[in-house]
């Protein structure tokens, strides 16, 4: 028979596991993903016709607008990770900014934006300056 640290025993049940696999019936990228297009969509409508963003490449499925440099090298990425419609009118989204370079395999910078103003302009200006 065995002694048993009961202090111990506790403190592991409490403790978090963490895992790299998927929990069943927690795929959160399916939450909302229809609001989700069409917000991505009704914000990009607004923009369609800036020069900058014309040159782009965008996937509606996957909410990404995508930019390439002239030489291929960089990438510039603008993702709606997250939306959450609630109630009284407010939508909550998340988009991320990043640049991303090809040759050396890296994220140049990354940033996130809770407003889908300020994020779509900061994206169209990074390429204005870009190219």
Not at 4 to 28: D, H, M, W
Not at 35 to 52: T, V
Request: charged share 30%.
């Amino acid at each position: 028979m065995s002694v048993i640290n009961f202090q111990e025993y506790k403190a592991r049940l409490e403790k978090p596991n963490y895992t790299s696999e998927p929990k069943p019936g927690r795929n959160l990228y399916k939450k909302n993903l229809i609001e989700k297009r069409m917000f991505f969509d009704k914000n990009m409508r607004d923009y369609i016709n800036n020069p900058y963003i014309e040159k782009c490449k965008f996937s509606l499925n996957e909410c990404i607008v995508k930019f390439s440099s002239r030489d291929l090298q960089t990438d510039f990425l603008l993702i709606l990770q997250d939306y959450s419609p609630e109630e009284f009118d407010s939508n909550f989204a998340t988009w991320e900014f990043c640049i991303y370079n090809i040759s050396n395999e890296e994220y140049i910078d990354s940033r996130f934006f809770t407003s889908s103003e300020m994020a779509i302009k900061y994206f169209i200006s990074k390429i204005k300056y870009s190219i």
